[in-house]
């Protein structure tokens, strides 16, 4: 919350000290819009959706997150119309972009290659849990990532997330970070990195 998608990038930069860069695919950093965020009392924030509390135990703020997912589906549709696959695009982010990525792959776009989210969760009442139980198709991998010390999103969150979201059928893994606390480290940014290449290998020519 509160950070930029340029932010995000420098963030990232700084952990590796270089870009996350590949030379067969284009990373984009979009940045959510502000908004009155409750959690801060109802300060302005740079967040994705709003939360009644930073917890898995109330319900989702759906009209917010809803809204985003409209605004990200054009993101998706402008590199599709630039001539990219729908099943060579991968979405994700860390703590809340994690669970906005979640939303908008498992409930509006389920062709995608796959889906990443660090230090990041679903409320135990989901509006993802509910579309996945309707659900009949293969659906993008997930890569997630959690510090065992993270004291903002509790790593139990993310490991009921990852449980649920498996019984829902979908092929995901949970890395653990003993000691990490709501952050990005390298090694995490390093093993994302291998997973990005192993989902969208470089095409070969034809």
């Avoid at 930073?54 to 998706?76: F, G, K, R, W, Y």
């Avoid at 979405?91 to 660090?118: E, N, P, T």
């Avoid at 659906?139 to 829902?168: I, R």
Wanted: charged letters at 20%; one cysteine or more; aromatic letters at 8%.
């Amino acid at each position: 919350t509160g950070d930029t998608g340029q932010g995000a990038r420098t963030w990232i930069k700084q952990i590796l000290n270089q870009d996350m860069a590949f030379q067969h695919i284009k990373v984009i950093y979009p940045t959510a819009p502000a908004r009155p965020y409750t959690p801060l009392k109802g300060a302005e924030s740079t967040v994705w959706f709003d939360r009644y509390k930073i917890s898995n135990d109330c319900p989702e703020h759906i009209e917010s997150i809803d809204s985003m997912c409209q605004a990200l589906t054009d993101v998706i549709n402008d590199e599709i119309k630039n001539g990219i696959a729908k099943n060579r695009i991968l979405i994700g982010g860390f703590s809340m972009g994690g669970g906005m990525a979640m939303h908008l792959a498992y409930r509006f776009h389920q062709d995608l290659a796959g889906v990443f989210a660090l230090s990041s969760f679903l409320n135990k009442d989901s509006a993802v849990y509910q579309a996945l139980k309707k659900n009949e198709s293969v659906l993008p991998e997930l890569f997630q990532c959690h510090g065992t010390a993270d004291e903002l999103v509790l790593y139990s969150w993310g490991e009921e997330t990852n449980k649920m979201l498996k019984s829902l059928g979908v092929s995901a893994s949970l890395h653990t970070f003993p000691n990490l606390h709501h952050e990005l480290n390298r090694t995490e940014i390093e093993k994302l990195k291998t997973w990005i290449v192993e989902k969208l290998p470089v095409e070969a020519a034809d």
